[in-house]
């Protein structure tokens, strides 16, 4: 119990949320949640998500919410019929949960969510990314504590592996649901379940696993934070782009630079997670020998002595909004606007109609992917490329959300 009580940090939310699934491991940390919480003032709620694809699912939901409340532990069933048979299931049917739940936490006032991941679970997804050419962020596997969606999720079972919970529960005389899927060995994590079993000659373990994904992740962490001093000493925030003084940059190791690049094409392109570690990695060679690129709609070139990082113009350039609205995801145009203005795209058009743009030391390239105020097709004006008079454009989430997103959590 001791491992459950101080793997949930020493905060602990006045609401906490359980996901119950009803099989063996989220029943295990009902129970040890219930045990261990019994005197902290945090009030418990489980939840169980009904993905209605099997038969007995709303059965063992509501057994789920039976165990739960002779605990005296509030619970709500969520139902999910979204399943229209395209795409991955197992994947829909996961991003259907969190979404459910991280409502469902709205409503109820949760702020942090517990999950039932266990020692098990955390050594099939290293065996899994291995398989993808994991660097350390991905060979770090699941955090103890990860926020998503404003949702603090926690996964105090890490550190037990199925059999200790399995064994707990027997001890406990308490039953849970064998969900079928788990036997499937069409599900890549089923036959790494398999594998992992065969590796234990080699003294390789959910245990030893674990232990490398615990180092993997100081590793990442050790790496973020380098990459976020080198930002400091070679970025600049200019006109939405990230601008590196290209000597330094070069000298940097290359998991760094390839960190700021990724971290500047997260940041401009605004995807919510970085892009994948070869195009990045190949993007950065071509940089080196004076060759450009795109990725994730941005643009990254060398020119006189810095390397930009920037919107790419043909991934905005169909993109227009009102003037008082949001442009490219972050920028808002501040002024007098006429009545029918929209902020679209500069581009090759409304650069050429800019003679003082060289007064802003920015390459044609970073100034075709920035915002001007147009109307009727006509550029009335294009504050970063030094024309009109009529108001700025303010940029949200600036350089500090540039170099913040660098750090690994
Ligand atoms: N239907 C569900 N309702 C509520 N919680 C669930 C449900 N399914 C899974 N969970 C929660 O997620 C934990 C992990 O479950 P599982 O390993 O099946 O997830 P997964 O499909 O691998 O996806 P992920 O690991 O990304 O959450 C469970 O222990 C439980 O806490």
């Given amino acids: 119990m001791s491992v459950v009580r101080s793997a949930l940090g020493p905060e602990l939310p006045e609401s906490l949320g359980i996901a119950l699934s009803g099989g063996g491991d989220s029943v295990a940390l009902l129970h040890l949640l219930q045990r261990c ?48 048979g395209q795409g991955n299931l197992q994947d829909r049917a996961r991003q259907a949960r969190y979404g459910l739940m991280t409502d469902w936490a709205r409503r109820r006032g949760v702020s942090a969510l517990a999950l039932g991941h266990t020692a098990d679970d955390q050594a099939e997804t290293l065996l899994m990314r291995l398989g993808r050419s994991a660097g350390p962020a991905g060979l770090r596997g699941m955090a103890g504590q990860s926020l998503r969606d404003g949702l603090l999720l926690l996964r105090p079972l890490l550190g037990l592996t199925r059999a200790d919970l399995r064994a707990y529960l027997r001890r406990q005389g308490l039953g849970w649901a064998e969900d079928p899927s ?34 993997m992740a100081r590793v990442d962490q050790a790496l973020g934070w380098a990459a976020f001093q080198a930002a400091g000493e070679l970025a ?24 700021l690049i990724a971290g500047a094409i997260g940041w401009i392109g605004g995807a919510g997670y970085p892009p994948r570690r070869a195009p990045v990695a190949q993007l950065l060679a071509d940089l080196r020998q004076g060759g450009a690129g795109a990725l994730c709609g941005c643009r990254v070139m060398i020119r006189r002595g810095t390397v930009w990082v920037c919107r790419e113009y043909n991934a905005v350039r169909d993109h227009r909004v009102p003037a008082t609205g949001l442009w490219d995801g972050r920028w808002h145009f501040l002024g007098r606007a006429p009545e029918g203005a929209e902020i679209a795209a500069l581009g090759p058009e409304g650069l050429a109609q800019c003679p003082d743009r060289r007064a802003s030391g920015l390459p044609g390239a970073v100034l075709e992917g920035t915002p001007a105020l147009w109307l009727r097709g006509r550029l ?20 500090a959300g540039f170099r913040a997103g660098l750090l690994s959590h």
Avoid at 236 to 259: K, S, Y
């Fill in 37 to 84: 919480l019994a005197r902290a003032p945090v009030r418990l709620f489980a939840v169980t998500v009904d993905h209605g694809l099997r038969p007995e699912a709303a059965q063992e939901a509501e057994e789920a919410g039976r165990l739960s409340e002779t605990l005296g532990i509030p619970h709500d069933i969520l139902r999910w019929r979204g399943w229209d």
């Fill in 182 to 215: 788990n036997e499937d060995e069409h599900y890549t994590r089923v036959r790494a379940r398999a594998v992992l079993a065969e590796l234990a000659p080699l003294g390789i373990t959910a245990q030893s696993l674990g232990d490398v994904a615990d180092n």
């Fill in 380 to 399: 009335i004006a294009a504050p970063l490329a030094g024309m009109g008079q009529s108001g700025t454009l303010r940029l949200e989430n600036g350089a």
């Fill in 236 to 259: 600049q925030i200019r006109a939405g782009a990230v601008a590196f003084e290209a000597r330094g940059f070069i000298l940097l190791p290359e998991e760094i630079a390839r960190r």
